[in-house]
């Protein structure tokens, strides 16, 4: 089973992860109808790239077992922040994330988005 990130990650472009990001965000909003705005555009997003919730979340029975993807994060970033070509900005914030327990799925959009730049590897 792919899992969630993968899909996301390898079935939309940076600019609607953005979007969707943006979207999500706003689901924190005090007010219920930008609330509800930013679901429906969320969803709509989704279904216009062929995609679901589901198929961002999936449920199976090695739930509890990390990912491969998820599991080696560390190991990739540490090789990235050795990368030659990143910025300062970019190695400072790759080894800010290399200390997180876990990073979110955000944190692990940008360090792929960092190691495309490159010409790095991060999956």
Not at 20 to 40: C, M
Request: proline content about 7%.
């Amino acid at each position: 089973m792919t899992d969630g990130f993968d899909t996301l990650t390898t079935s939309l472009r940076t600019t609607d992860r953005r979007r969707l990001l943006s979207h999500l965000v706003k689901l924190g909003a005090p007010d219920p109808e930008q609330r509800a705005a930013a679901a429906l555009q969320a969803t709509e997003l989704l279904q216009r790239k062929g995609l679901s919730w589901a198929a961002l979340f999936p449920v199976g029975q090695d739930d509890d077992k990390p990912t491969p993807a998820v599991a080696d994060w560390r190991a990739q970033a540490l090789g990235l922040a050795e990368h030659p070509n990143l910025a300062p900005n970019e190695r400072r914030y790759v080894l800010k994330v290399v200390g997180w327990r876990v990073p979110g799925a955000a944190a692990l959009v940008r360090l792929r988005e960092i190691a495309e730049r490159v010409g790095g590897q991060f999956r």
